[in-house]
């Protein structure tokens, strides 16, 4: 314990006195990199808006309200679009991640130096970028609609479920896969007896975790042109039509809770 | 003596779901809502076919990326993109560290407690792009419209994760803290964050990712960062310039998920 002199009387100290300094010097740089980047970001900010901005939030707001209700007529089809892709987008991920899964984990990996990289980096790869991004791309690609919004969603999540099954595949036990192996089974017949039993819960609720999270992803979509709610946010938005926006904000936060609702029952009954 | 003992028993595997009704229902409920969902996408393989050039010229751009010819609005984007990602993320937990004692139960009175939830649940519905499109609104175009977007969306990962963690502490250490006569603040400061603490910083430090990654995207809605920039090669069909900026990303977010485990496995 570290005691520090005072005169004659010991005083307790928490830290060394090297090690404080170092934790000090750490929140002074720390601040620093703070303020340097506040900086650079005050440069390019036009503050005249910013001043402005507590006027402009409350016409907004006046002009939101009330919501139209009389759109929602019209919602109804994209928000049917926004719950496919995000459907659609999930199931297509979950055929492409199983096998990137048992790939990439380090116990059932054909080839730990060979594929195991590849496994990894079609993971990272697929979770750095975005949905909205992929959309982006899909949308140059296949042209706009609910397609690519199955693509992007799907192609987003392949990284999420294959990282987590992966994880959950390296922590099975191994004395049921050995209890398998020894009698006789074949490679197929291990994996289908001694791992599938172990992670099936686990795989079920990531796939509906995620299914949550694509339900929310899928309703921006639209905003790039891959179909869904966010295509009507777009045109209400284009045309300054404020009721219209609050309606479908509305129908957003809605679906979602809903979505939440099911996942966290789904996972209760599973585990 | 006869020969027909017991019939040969085969093993069959139990089935995830027991109840054999639950389970083929569920089964027909999820055939039909394919059938339906697949049915309603309308596909114009048309203009797929036509776009297969422009996919497999996005491939190709990614064996020969293009650095140099855009590099001063690269190097822009991701300057700004990476200060948003500081800014935001420091902003982010210093708001979130009140909203997220103020929606844990055993801290907050029920008024309190409903206000911070319901802070934290519209963080959380709305993906970050449309509440860039409103800051944007407010704030004007750039990054600070886009730094503000990203502290408010940590609000909805990181006040909802330490509430859940301040909810699930061991309550006799707060109460001993408790006993010795310690005021509020005190208590705060020695009975709980102690305890949340370890998972705070790792829950910040993977936030710096995601903000990181978020950066990229608000751009596309005119809140600055690197998102500005990929929406315009796209939108000038410079894929190599786009696959340049991808891979960008992609070494930036592996770089601060190697660092964040570092540090992640550290601190435990």
Redesign the interface.
Known sequence: MPVGAQGEVKVWQRRERGRQFAIWLGWLAGTALFVYCWQLISEITMWDFVWDSPRVAADIGARMLPPKWAYIEKIWRPLWDTINIATLGTALAILLAVPVAFLAARNTTPSATLVRPVALLIIVSSRSINSLIWALLLVSILGPGVFAGVIAIGLRSIGFIAKLLYEAIEEIDDTQVEAITATGAGRGQVIAYGIVPQILPAFAGISVFRWDINIRESTVLGLVGAGGIGLQLQSSLNILAWPQVTLILIAIFATVLVSEWVSARVRHAII | MSVAESAPRRWK?PP?IKSPRLRWGLGLGAAI??AL??G?????WE??YE??D??WA?VVAFTEPDFIQRWGDIRDGL??S???T??ST?LGILLSVPIGLGAARNLAPLPVYLLCRGIIA?S????E??IA??FV????F???AG?LTLSFATIGFLAKLLAEDIESIDPGQAEAVRATGAGWLQWINYGIQPQVMPRLIGLSLYRVDINF??S??VG??GA?GI?AT??TA?DR?EFDT?AAI?II??AI??FA?YTSGLIRARLK
């Open positions: 595997r995830l809502y394919l969902a697949v309603s996408i309308e596909v114009n203009r797929v776009g297969l422009r996919g996005f300057i700004e990476l200060t948003m500081v800014t420091v519209i959380r519905t709305f993906q792009v449309i499109i409103f609104a407010m704030f004007g750039g990054p600070l730094m990654r978020e990229a995207v596309i809605v600055g998102g990929l929406t796209f069909y786009a991808i990303i992609i977010v592996m998920e």
